[in-house]
């Protein structure tokens, strides 16, 4: 899924079919990932959980709710407090997810919540051009030693790799950040 560093996934953010070289402007792309990984709307949620409603009627609403499978459940824009040290690089963190998929390994071992949701960054590279950087799910995961949390795990990084293709990012081309 890209080039590896620390136990991170770093992805360039091409607009472009794979094998050109030319990345979107980090806010190009953001407002893409934005539109294409819709933020979690905590308020039904909360009144799915406030009534009681059936598992079912979540997990549709899950997938109705997130087209590539994938929810913002956090967002941060680090720019303002690193600019504070001198620090120029725009940079946005996200813990990006699904619930419903989060479920199916949280039933074996809540500590999951530890690594899903996913952390995402998007961050502005050599003349303002877009990268994205994420864990590799299933590594994460697979720590506990659960064969059914890492086989959710190898499922969210086939569902990673297709969120990063409707993106027309190259998840397998390595590459690295200046």
């Known amino acids: ?3 590896q560093r620390n136990g991170h996934q770093f992805v360039p953010a091409s607009g472009h079919p794979a094998g ?3 990345r979107p402007a980090v ?3 953001r407002a893409r990932y934005e539109a294409a990984v819709p933020a979690l709307d905590e308020q039904r949620l909360a009144e799915f959980a406030a009534r009681g409603a059936a598992w079912p009627e979540v997990v549709a609403d899950a997938d109705a709710s997130a087209p590539h499978g994938f929810l913002i459940f956090w967002r941060l824009d680090t720019t303002p407090v690193m600019s504070l040290a001198g620090n120029t ?3 946005t963190a996200y813990l990006m997810g699904n619930h419903t998929i989060a479920e199916q390994m949280y039933r074996h071992d809540p500590a999951v919540m530890l690594y899903v ?3 995402t960054v998007i961050y502005a590279g050599p003349d303002d051009r877009a990268f994205f950087a994420a864990d590799q799910p299933s590594t994460q995961v697979a720590s506990f030693g659960l064969t ?3 086989q959710v795990g190898i499922d969210l990084d086939r569902k990673l790799a297709a969120l990063l293709d409707a993106l027309d990012v190259p998840a397998s081309e ?3 950040p200046a």
Do not use: A
Request: aromatic letters at 4%; hydrophobic letters at 25%.
């Open 20 to 22: 050109l070289r030319h």
């Open 148 to 150: 059914p949390v890492t």
């Open 27 to 29: 806010e190009q792309f």
């Open 174 to 176: 390595p590459d690295s």
């Open 89 to 91: 690089t725009r940079c």
């Open 117 to 119: 949701p996913l952390r």
């Open 1 to 3: 899924m890209g080039r």
